[in-house]
């Protein structure tokens, strides 16, 4: 059993973990990348930074991984994620909501009226992200 306890703190260590994160993220970028392997490590990171510091540095993270599942045209994906049971139950929707909407922009064809549901309060915002995520678009092409 003590085997297993050292396993658990090596791999679940907060390094270790925003290591293994900051892996998941240039490998998206490049282009490289295993989507379910990097929502897998975000997912279990996410369990061990329950502490106010890590948590902001990882929702900040998770932020850019989002993004990047929009600029690589990942909805389906993306869509799963944020409507999927476990995302319902983390309530990913309420918790990135702008990032939804920005979805919502991207699969306009397929959810025509959930686009129109987001309120007026986050249309600045929403923009700015569909902005962000064209000009990563460009860097990344």
Known sequence: MLWLVRFLEVICDPDTLRSRIRYHLSELQSGDYDTEGALKAFELSEDFFY???YM????????VFLLLLLTKSQYPFLYDYFTNER????????????????????MKEQYPLEYLRMGEELRETVEEI???????REEYA
């Open 130 to 136: 569909i902005q962000k995520v064209e000009k990563m």
């Open 87 to 106: 995302g319902t139950a983390l309530k990913v929707r309420d918790r990135f909501k702008p990032i939804w909407y920005a979805l919502m922009h991207y």
């Open 51 to 53: 502490d106010e510091k």
């Open 56 to 63: 902001e540095d990882w929702g900040e993270q998770f932020t």
